[in-house]
């Protein structure tokens, strides 16, 4: 097929994926989008683009296969430990001097950012008074979030990540494991709100201290990628922070000018 009639077809199932299910994928970057289109056709053995079509539009089941494709849902535990040592060392310690803690984290996938967060929370004595609200447009991967099962071949990597953002314990501590899995423990999970939430077309629902929302703008264009910064400008309290992946900034955006950029990280603070 030519690059020119994949480029028609990635249109065609972005409108039909809006016009049935709702969902408005056409802010995301197309090369990444088609990319991840070509690979399921290819994977799932289709001989027709019009099958493909048909099978999107008419299989509500193969939607949601569609739409982990098409929505990466790649994490780990304390990802860019570094990161997770400025958040514990510097950005969880001033949130503490608040009263109470409100903590966005949008685009979770399957929670173990949330998890992570809140360790730290509780290391620093913090968690008891902590809100985290951990939402993602995918719901397949927010119910493996709630289950709070990690596989022990990832403990490894997991701990060592803990280890370098300056974790305090031992991360065995955390999860009991039977098996191959590793179950997080219950109290983690107490402070944490795993609901949908699509940062396309829903709005703001409560003022935060904190949004994180890493490695999830880099698929949006532009165009995108303001209209969700707009969001958390609008949902963010003054002088709350919002941080996002190694490979976003908030540099080009027209709300830039209300914020400061901190000193280490790809950590922005609300000034005004
Ligand atoms: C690559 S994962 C990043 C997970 C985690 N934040 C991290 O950095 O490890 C991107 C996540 O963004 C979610 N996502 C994509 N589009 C979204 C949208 N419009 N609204 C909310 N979440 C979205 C995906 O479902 C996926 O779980």
Redesign the pocket.
Known sequence: MKSTENDKFVEILLADVLEVYGYDFTGYSRASLKRRMIRLYELDGFVSFAEFRYRIRTDSGYFKRFMEQI??????MF?DPEFFQTLRKDILPRLGTYPFIRIW?????TG??AYSVAIFLKELNLLHKSLIYA????PT?LETAAQAIIPMSKIKMYTENYIEAGGSEQFSEYYTANYSLGKLKDDLKSNIIFST????SDNSFNEFQLIM????LI?FDRPLQSKVFNLFDSSLEKFGYLAL?TKETLDFSSVSKNFERHTTGKIWRKTQ
């Open positions: 929505t990466i849902n790649v994490t780990e990802r984290i949008a685009g979770c996938s173990e950012e939402t993602d447009i995918n991967v939430h699509n940062l396309v929302c890493r490695n999830v698929y992946g």
